[in-house]
C-alpha cells in the first residue's frame, strides 16, 4: 500500500470505527469489483466484520478523500510549474485535511481574470501599501502623494489601490479565511426576509418573513424550506454575525491577520481598510462558503430521512403468498378490481360502480362475491386514495353475505406510486392489454403480498417518503436510494424462479440487463433447478455468479441449500456440519434442536473463519428466513372516516406513513395523514423520531387537536394523550399538521408521490411544518 492509500485508510478507519487494515481489505475487495453486500454477507474475516452501512460511508469517503489527492497532487503541479513552491507551501499542502482547505491554499496562485488589484499593481501602487505596512506612524495621505502621475490622477485613487491590493492578498490568506470561517460557523445567524409585495404570492411561507436563528443551529427542514422560499424569490437571505458586536468581532480577526498593534496614522489607514474589506468581500465569501455548506448538509439529512424511510417501507413485514383482491378507490371513475394469485398472476379484473353517479351497490357487491369465491380470495388490498373508507365499508357489508366461515382480510394499502407504476413502460410490458387504471389495482394487490418486490418496479422519488426531495441534489438522492434498494433486497433475498426483472436487477452483481437475461432464460427453459444452473444464462460470468448466487433462492431444488443463504463456495462446510450431526441435510435444515451440539469452532479451515461458520448454522436452522417482521395491519374505527368525524379524546389505530425531523404521520383513515410532533412521540424527551416510529408501523394514536377548515390533525402518542404543555426539555405540545403537510391530494391527482405529495414536509408549505410551537 502506498502512502496515499495509507493516509486514506487511516482517515477512513478513524471516520466508521474501524482499523486501517480493514479498511484496506474492503477498498481492495470493492475496487476488485465486490458488491456491498456481497462483502458485508460473505467476506466478514476479509474485513473484520465491517456492515452495509461501515461499507456505504466508505465507499462514500474513498471517492471524496480519492478526488482530494489527485486535486492535491493537481495544485502542487501547478505551483511548482509556476516556480514559486517552498517546502513550507508544499507541507501545507500535503497537511490539509479537506477540499476547501486545499483550495483556501490555492487561491493566491490559481489562474485568475485581470483584477482591480493586479491594476494597481501594473500601476506601481504595491511599494505604497508596503510603505503603510512599514511605517505606521507614516501619514498614508502624504505617502500617496508620491504615486500620483498620469495613470493614478489623485491620491484618493492611489490609497483605494493600495487597498485592492491589501483586500486581495487578504481574500487569498488561508489561515484568515480558516478563522472566519470557524467564525462564522459559531457566531453567524440565518436571517429571512420577505420581499415587499410577495406576502400574499408566498403565504405558505410565512412562517420565514421576518425569521432569524443561528446558523449552527438551524435544522435541515428548516433550511431547506428558507431555501426553497429564497429560489421561489418570496424572501431574501442573509448570512451574518451579529449586525454590531459580530461585525467588530470579524473586522478585528481581519485587522489581527494584518497585524495593527497601534494606533498611528498608518494604523487607522489599515483598520479602515480591514472594515472595508470584510464589508466588500470577505463577509461575500463567508455568505456562500456558509451557504454552501448549509445546503449541502441541509440535502445530506433530507437523503438520510428519506433513505431511511424509504429502508422501512422496503422492509415492510409482507402478507404472504395468498390470492388477493387489489382495488383501486375511485368514485366517478369506478373501483378498479384485480385478483391476483399467490404468486402474483393476475387472474381477473373489473370496473365497479357502488357508488354515485351509477350507484350499482348490490352488482358490484355480487361482483366482489363471485371473484372471492372463484379464485379462494383470502386478502383484499384497499388503496387508501379517493373514496378509500368507502370503499372499504361497501366491502365489508359485501363480505357479511358471504356464508359462513373464514372471510377474506381487508387492507389499507398505501398506493403511492400506483400510477407511476400503472403508466410505466414496464407495466405496459407486463400488460400490455390492460387498461391503465387497471393496471394500478393489480400493484395494490401485489404490494400487499409482498411490498418489496413490487415497489422496486417504482422509481423510489415516486413512493413519497422524502423530504423536500426535489430540491436535493439529484444525483446523490439517486445514488443513495439505489444504495436503499440493493442492501434491502439482497437482506430478504430472491426467490430465482418467481423474481421478476426488475427484482432480479437488485441483485448483488446482476443488474437490469443480466437480470433480462436470466428471465429470458427461464420463460426458454423452465424454472431453474438449482444456483450452478445459472451459469448456463448467456452473461453469467464467474464474478457475476460469486456475487448474486448468496442472494437468491431456489424452494425444493435439486440442492436443499440453494433454499439458503449460504453461499455455494461455503457448501462443503455445510455438509460437514450436516456430516457431523449424522442425519440427512433435508432432516436438519430448520431444526435448532439437531445443531445444539455443534460448535462452530470445530469447522473453522483456512478459507471459512468462525463468522462464516457461525452464519451458515444460524442458516441451518433457519433457512432462507425472512429478516422482516411479521404482517399486521392498523384497524380503522368504525364511523371514523372524515376529518368531521374526529373529537379531540378520541383514541384510534393508525400506520405510520412517513417520518420527518419534527414528527410522523400517521394515517387513521380519514384521507388526511395527522400528526404526531416529536414533543408527543414518547413519554420522554426523543431527539430523533426514528428511535421510536418508522414507516409501516401501526400505533395508537389520541387525537389532539382538529382543524376542519385548514385540515390539520394533531396527534399524540403519550400515555396521557400530550395533554401536558411543555412536556420534557420545555417541549411545547404538539400542533396539528400545517397546511404545508397536506398539499398532496388524495387519489388519483396526487397519486405520483402518495396519498401525501412527494414533498409531504415540502414546498408546499413544509416551511410551515414549525407553525407546530417551535421546539
Not at 123 to 150: K, N, V
Request: hydrophobic share 40%; net charge neutral; charged share 30%.
Amino acid at each position: 500500500m502506498d502512502h496515499t492509500a495509507a493516509r486514506i485508510a487511516r482517515t477512513i478507519a478513524t471516520e466508521i470505527a474501524a482499523k486501517p487494515d480493514q479498511v484496506a481489505a474492503a477498498v481492495e475487495l470493492l475496487d476488485g469489483g465486490a458488491t456491498v453486500p456481497f462483502v458485508a454477507r460473505y467476506r466478514k474475516e476479509v474485513t473484520g466484520g465491517l456492515d452495509d452501512t461501515q461499507l456505504r460511508t466508505l465507499g462514500e469517503r474513498l471517492t471524496y478523500l480519492r478526488e482530494m489527492e489527485a486535486r492535491r497532487t493537481s495544485i502542487l503541479e501547478s505551483i511548482k510549474g509556476q516556480g514559486k513552491l517552498t517546502d513550507a507551501l508544499a507541507r501545507s499542502i500535503t497537511q490539509a485535511e479537506t477540499k476547501a482547505a486545499l483550495e483556501d491554499i490555492y487561491l493566491p496562485y490559481r489562474p485568475k481574470r485581470r483584477t482591480k488589484a493586479m491594476i494597481a499593481r501594473e500601476r506601481g501602487l504595491e511599494p505604497l501599501l508596503r510603505g503603510i505596512l512599514d511605517d505606521r506612524r507614516a501619514d498614508p495621505q502624504a505617502l500617496a502623494e508620491g504615486y500620483t502621475g498620469d495613470e493614478v490622477e489623485t491620491v484618493k485613487a492611489a490609497l483605494e489601490g493600495a487597498r485592492d491590493i491589501l483586500a486581495e492578498e487578504l481574500s487569498e490568506n488561508a489561515e484568515l479565511l480558516g478563522k472566519l470561517r470557524d467564525f462564522m460557523r459559531r457566531e453567524a445567524r440565518i436571517t429571512a426576509r420577505v420581499q415587499p409585495g410577495k406576502e400574499e404570492a408566498g403565504a405558505k411561507f410565512s412562517d420565514y418573513f421576518d425569521h432569524s436563528e443561528r446558523w449552527a443551529d438551524i435544522p435541515a427542514h428548516r433550511a431547506l424550506a428558507i431555501l426553497r422560499a429564497s429560489k421561489e424569490e418570496i424572501v431574501t437571505v442573509a448570512i451574518a454575525p451579529e449586525p454590531e458586536t459580530g461585525t467588530e468581532r470579524a473586522v478585528g480577526i481581519v485587522a489581527q491577520a494584518i497585524g495593527i498593534p497601534g494606533d498611528g496614522p498608518g494604523d487607522r489607514w489599515l483598520r479602515e481598510a480591514a472594515g472595508w474589506t470584510w464589508r466588500v468581500k470577505l463577509s461575500l465569501n463567508m455568505y456562500v462558503d456558509l451557504m454552501t455548506e448549509l445546503r449541502r448538509s441541509a440535502h445530506q439529512e433530507a437523503i438520510r430521512v428519506f433513505s431511511r424511510n424509504l429502508k422501512d417501507l422496503l422492509l415492510a413485514a409482507p402478507a404472504g403468498s395468498k390470492a388477493t383482491l387489489g382495488l383501486d378507490p375511485g368514485i366517478r371513475t369506478g373501483v378498479k378490481a384485480a385478483v391476483v394469485d399467490a404468486t402474483g398472476k393476475l387472474l381477473e379484473t373489473a370496473t365497479l360502480y357502488p357508488f354515485p353517479p351509477k350507484r350499482d351497490l348490490r352488482g358490484s357487491e355480487e361482483q366482489v362475491l363471485r371473484m372471492i369465491q372463484r379464485h379462494g380470495v383470502e386478502l383484499i388490498a384497499i388503496g387508501n386514495g379517493t373514496a378509500s373508507r368507502e370503499t372499504e365499508r361497501f366491502v365489508a357489508d359485501a363480505l357479511k353475505m358471504l356464508p359462513e366461515g373464514p372471510k377474506p382480510t381487508k387492507v389499507v394499502v398505501s398506493e403511492a406510486g400506483a400510477s407511476v407504476y400503472s403508466a410505466s413502460e414496464l407495466a405496459a410490458k407486463e400488460f400490455p392489454e390492460l387498461d391503465v387504471s387497471l393496471r394500478g389495482a393489480v400493484s395494490i394487490a401485489r404490494r400487499l403480498q409482498d411490498p418489496l418486490a413490487e415497489l422496486v418496479k417504482i422509481t423510489p422519488e415516486s413512493i413519497g417518503v422524502g423530504q423536500y426531495q426535489h430540491d436535493v441534489d439529484q444525483r446523490l438522492l439517486a445514488r443513495a436510494l439505489e444504495a436503499v434498494v440493493e442492501d434491502a433486497v439482497n437482506a430478504v433475498g430472491v426467490d430465482l424462479n418467481t423474481a421478476s426483472a426488475p427484482l432480479l436487477a437488485h441483485v448483488a452483481g446482476l443488474g437490469p440487463s443480466l437480470a433480462q437475461a436470466i428471465v429470458a432464460h427461464r420463460d426458454t427453459h423452465g424454472a431453474f433447478p438449482s444456483r450452478k444452473a445459472l451459469k448456463k444464462v448467456t452473461g453469467i460470468g464467474p464474478k457475476a455468479f460469486e456475487q448474486s448466487a448468496g442472494f437468491l433462492r431456489i424452494r425444493e431444488g435439486d440442492e436443499p441449500l440453494d433454499a439458503s443463504a449460504v453461499h455455494p463456495e461455503a457448501y462443503d462446510v455445510a455438509r460437514r456440519i450436516v456430516q457431523a450431526c449424522g442425519r440427512d441435510i433435508r432432516q436438519i435444515m430448520g431444526q435448532p434442536e439437531a445443531l445444539k451440539a455443534v460448535r462452530a469452532e470445530q469447522f473453522v479451515d483456512a478459507s471459512f473463519g468462525l463468522p462464516t461458520v457461525k452464519d451458515i448454522l444460524s442458516e441451518l436452522e433457519k433457512p432462507g428466513r425472512d429478516p422482516r417482521p411479521s404482517f399486521r395491519t392498523a384497524t380503522f374505527a368504525e364511523g371514523v372516516e372524515d376529518i368531521k368525524d374526529l373529537k379531540p379524546g378520541m383514541s384510534l389505530e393508525g400506520t405510520v406513513t412517513n417520518v420527518a425531523a419534527f414528527g410522523a404521520f400517521v394515517d387513521i383513515g380519514v384521507h388526511q395523514d395527522g400528526l404526531v410532533h416529536v414533543s408527543q412521540l414518547a413519554d420522554r424527551f426523543v431527539k430523533d423520531p426514528h428511535e421510536v416510529v418508522k414507516a409501516g408501523d401501526v400505533v395508537r394514536v389520541r387525537v389532539t387537536e382538529v382543524d376542519v377548515a385548514r385540515k390539520r390533525i394533531g396527534l399524540s402518542m403519550r400515555k396521557d394523550g400530550g395533554a401536558r404543555g411543555a412536556g420534557e426539555g420545555g417541549r411545547d405540545r404538539a400542533q396539528p399538521a400545517p397546511k404545508a403537510a397536506r398539499q398532496g391530494k388524495p387519489g388519483k391527482g396526487g397519486r405520483g408521490g402518495g396519498k401525501q405529495s412527494a414533498d409531504q414536509t415540502g414546498a408546499l408549505g413544509a416551511a410551515l411544518m414549525d407553525a407546530m410551537k417551535k421546539r
